[in-house]
């Protein structure tokens, strides 16, 4: 009897554990926690730009194809680099030290910075953006 007794009350423990976290995932989703977020458009390359470095005004903006990393120029001529990192966005000023490789396919910048590691982005106008890291 004892053990049929804490039998019951194991099963009675894992289904209410279940259900919290059941109730707690559902929670995250209805308050949209957690995810990857992309940019599509202008209006969320500024906002990303903005939070990484505050009063950065975004003048032209290139997002790559996947809608993970991007590039911003601002009316001063600074580069802002953009990257997804986690459920937020990650970003550098490129410098003078900052290197870009053309490839094929695809443009890779490197801020020269190597916690923040090489991006690689898919432009439709990666010579502009070569050209304009190269200026720096």
Not at 2 to 30: H, K, N, P
Not at 46 to 58: N, T
Not at 81 to 101: D, E, I, M, T, Y
């Amino acid at each position: 009897r004892d053990y049929r007794m804490e039998l019951d009350t194991m099963i009675v423990q894992f289904g209410g554990s279940l259900i919290a976290i059941l109730a707690l995932a559902g929670l995250a989703v209805l308050l949209k926690l957690g995810g990857k977020p992309t940019l599509r458009n202008a209006s969320d390359v500024s906002r990303a730009a903005d939070e990484v470095h505050d009063g950065f005004e975004v003048i032209r903006s290139s997002i790559s194809s996947e809608g993970k990393a991007a590039l911003a120029r601002s009316q001063s001529g600074q580069i802002i680099l953009l990257k997804q990192h986690g459920n937020k966005f990650a970003g550098r000023l490129l410098a003078p030290s900052a290197s870009v490789k053309e490839e094929v396919d695809a443009l890779i910048v490197d801020p020269g910075e190597d916690q923040f590691g090489s991006v690689r982005l898919r432009l439709s106008d990666a010579s502009y953006w070569a050209d304009a890291i190269n200026r720096l």
